[in-house]
Each structure stands twice: as structure tokens, then as C-alpha cells.
T-cell receptor, first 117, second 111 residues
Framework: TAGITQAPTSQILAAGRSMTLRCTQD?????MYWYRQDLGLGLRLIHY???????GKGEVPDGYSVSRANTDDFPLTLASAVPSQTSVYFC????????????????FGPGTRLTVL | EDQVTQSPEALRLQEGESSSLNCSYT??????LFWYRQDPGKGPEFLFT???AGEEKEKERLKATLTKKESFLHITAPKPEDSATYLC????????????FGKGTKLTVNP
């Protein structure tokens, strides 16, 4: 099982340009997430989706947008990149969240390293 | 606000030298506490989930424990391949899907 795949592996992007980071999972998980990881700050949630057709904002959503047209794919778009968006981006997925008495393990992809110049 | 603090930031051990990593947390109501391992250039790899105080889980040389305020990741007789950054995260009750992560402990095990 591939689990979660992310593309590209790395990218250098000029400031002001747009870019979409791709994420695909084959585990049929309902929920998907985007995090960024920065040295000294740890992992922070950008956006999430509890199920296809719905999305929500995380801790640091500004400058990013997401869509969830189907169960498997959850792309993250930077409309106009800025240098502060230089980071490593991780996509994750989990089984149905929000069930009483349960906790849902999130499984992570390999990441995309983005540099905005 | 939910918070997670991990200590120490970095830990160097000799092969076979047992030790523990700490994860202190503040959360309105704990739904679950997660431990992950992260190797350089890779995504976090799931290790354990703990749900309630007193719970323990083991996997090879690792054992995770949970109290009402903190969790410990005990490493018994570590090997060089245990070198990695270990991340702790909490998930709060109330239907939130959000994981709040600590900054991690970088473990180096020397042969």
C-alpha cells in the first residue's frame, strides 16, 4: 500500500508565483490535513477536510487554499507565494474523526520542501 | 489554549544506555496523545496513541506511558537506528480534529 503520496518532492518558486502542492491517499480515509513544519516552530495545521466536499481552517491558513473534490485528493494552493511560505509541507490523513470516545491516528506523507525566493 | 512541551530538545546516548523523553501537555480535555518518529527528510511515522492516564504501550525498545499532565517515551537499550526526532501531539475532546504538536526531541544514539 502506497499510503500517502505528495508531489513535487521539492520546489523553488519565485515570490508572487502560484503553485499547487498535490496530495493523494489510497487508504480511503475520510479526513485529510495539510501541515507546515518550520525549524523551531514544529508542525502547524494549515487546512483540513473532514470529508469530501468540506474544508476548514487550521492554525495558519492565510495565503493558502484547499479543495476536496473527492476522497483521495487534497491539493494545497499558494495563490501568490511569499518568502515566509518557505517550509516543508506535509499532508496527512485519518479515518473518520469526531466519533465519541475515539481518537484518530493521522498518517503522514513524505513531504514537499518549498523554497520561495 | 492547548500546548505541548517536549524535553529535552536534544539527547545524546550511548548504545545500550536507557533513558526517557518527556512530553508535558495542557489541554481542555484529552482525547488522545500521539507519539511519532521522524527521520531527517521524511514525514512523521506513527508510533503510539494513548487515551487515558495509566495507559502504557510498547513496541520493541520503546514504551510510552501517560499521566494526567505528561507522557514519557522510555527507550530501553537503544541502538543507533533509534536515532531520530520524536514528536508528541495531543488531540482535544469536543470534536476537534486538530493535533497540537510539540517541537520534538532529537535523539542521537552513538555506537
Amino acid at each position: 500500500t502506497a499510503g500517502i503520496t505528495q508531489a513535487p518532492t521539492s520546489q523553488i518558486l519565485a515570490a508572487g508565483r502560484s503553485m499547487t502542492l498535490r496530495c493523494t491517499q489510497d487508504m480511503r480515509h475520510n479526513a485529510m490535513y495539510w501541515y507546515r513544519q518550520d525549524l523551531g516552530l514544529g508542525l502547524r495545521l494549515i487546512h483540513y477536510s473532514n470529508t469530501a466536499g468540506t474544508t476548514g481552517k487550521g492554525e495558519v491558513p492565510d495565503g493558502y487554499s484547499v479543495s476536496r473534490a473527492n476522497t483521495d485528493d487534497f491539493p494545497l494552493t499558494l495563490a501568490s507565494a511569499v518568502p515566509s511560505q518557505t517550509s516543508v509541507y506535509f499532508c496527512a490523513s485519518s479515518d473518520t474523526p469526531g466519533l465519541a470516545g475515539g481518537s484518530d491516528t493521522q498518517y503522514f506523507g513524505p513531504g514537499t520542501r518549498l523554497t520561495v525566493l | 489554549e492547548d500546548q505541548v512541551t517536549q524535553s529535552p530538545e536534544a539527547l545524546r546516548l550511548q548504545e545500550g544506555e536507557s533513558s526517557s523523553l518527556n512530553c508535558s501537555y495542557t489541554v481542555s480535555g484529552l482525547r488522545g496523545l500521539f507519539w511519532y518518529r521522524q527521520d531527517p527528510g521524511k514525514g512523521p511515522e506513527f508510533l503510539f496513541t494513548l487515551y487515558s492516564a495509566g495507559e502504557e504501550k510498547e513496541k520493541e525498545r520503546l514504551k510510552a506511558t501517560l499521566t494526567k499532565k505528561e507522557s514519557f517515551l522510555h527507550i530501553t537499550a537503544p541502538k543507533p537506528e533509534d536515532s531520530a526526532t520524536y514528536l508528541c501531539a495531543v488531540q482535544a475532546k469536543g470534536g476537534s480534529e486538530k493535533l497540537v504538536f510539540g517541537k520534538g526531541t532529537k535523539l542521537t544514539v552513538n555506537p
